[in-house]
């Protein structure tokens, strides 16, 4: 059971406009900021949002994050197939001195 | 660019001891805090550890305390995890990555290696 909740599967079609929720409480994302991560099949994970809402370089505009209160989404507009893949939240937890990580949403391009 | 490179992964026994490195390349390794994180296999990613980047603090998973030990040697840019009385649950890819900052409790990980495998089997 993770601490951050994300619906396990999400899936749309090319061009789709897909959002996936991640959902916490005071003690983390209700009170830092949240990342979320992208892991295609057989690789490392890659940052793809941090601070909410900003993007390292290279990760295209097509990704955006969002924050409201203790939740959390990531946005993914003009779908395409490479962006078939698991994607995780994560933020600090003040109450376990540590990080927490979404349990994952396996996102599929129909 | 930024390059982390684990090793020292392989098979374990169930309470031997075993010592992951990570050696990073590309960036000034004393300005940002160094995590570890895992993955079981089909699973999840786990954070395991944390240390900042001049090594004055560290936290722990849950899963590990009292077990794992983080450390660092920024003259020799060398991450480690001192894994002691590992449980066949121990049994997972071990990432190491860069944090965006140089503490640990805000930026996250951004820059990952491409991980070591741990078995823990008798």
């Known amino acids: 059971q993770s601490v951050l909740t994300q619906p396990p599967s999400a899936s749309g079609t090319p061009g789709q406009r897909v959002t996936i929720s991640c959902s916490g409480s005071?003690?983390?994302?209700?009170?830092?900021?949240v990342n979320w991560y992208q892991q295609l099949p057989a690789t490392a994970p890659k940052l793809l949002i941090y601070?909410?809402?900003e993007r390292p370089s290279g990760v295209p505009d097509r990704f955006s994050g969002s924050k409201s209160g203790t939740s959390a989404s990531l946005a993914i507009s003009g779908l395409q197939s490479e962006d078939e893949a698991d994607y995780y939240c994560?933020?600090?937890?003040?109450?376990?001195?540590?990080?927490?990580f979404g349990g994952g949403t396996k996102l599929t391009v129909l | 660019q930024v390059q982390l490179v684990e090793s020292g992964g392989g098979v374990v026994q169930p309470g031997r001891s075993l010592r992951l490195s990570c050696a990073a390349s590309?960036?000034?390794?004393?300005?940002?805090?160094m995590h570890w994180v895992r993955q079981v296999s089909g699973k999840g990613l786990e954070w395991v550890a944390v240390?900042?980047?001049?090594?004055?603090?560290?936290y722990y998973g849950d899963s590990v305390k009292g077990r794992f030990t983080i450390s660092r040697d920024n003259s020799k840019n060398m991450l480690y995890l001192q894994m002691n009385s590992p449980r066949v649950e121990d049994t997972a890819i071990y990432y190491c990555?860069?944090?965006?900052?140089?503490?640990?409790?805000?930026?996250?990980?951004?820059?990952w290696g491409q991980g070591t495998l741990v078995t823990v089997s008798s």
């Open positions: 994560a933020a600090w937890d003040h109450s376990l001195a540590g990080w927490v």
């Open positions: 005071g003690s983390n994302i209700g009170d830092t900021s």
């Open positions: 590309g960036f000034t390794f004393s300005n940002f805090a």
């Open positions: 240390m900042w980047h001049d090594g004055s603090n560290e």
């Open positions: 990555a860069r944090d965006i900052a140089a503490a640990g409790n805000g930026g996250g990980a951004e820059f």
């Open positions: 601070s909410n809402n």
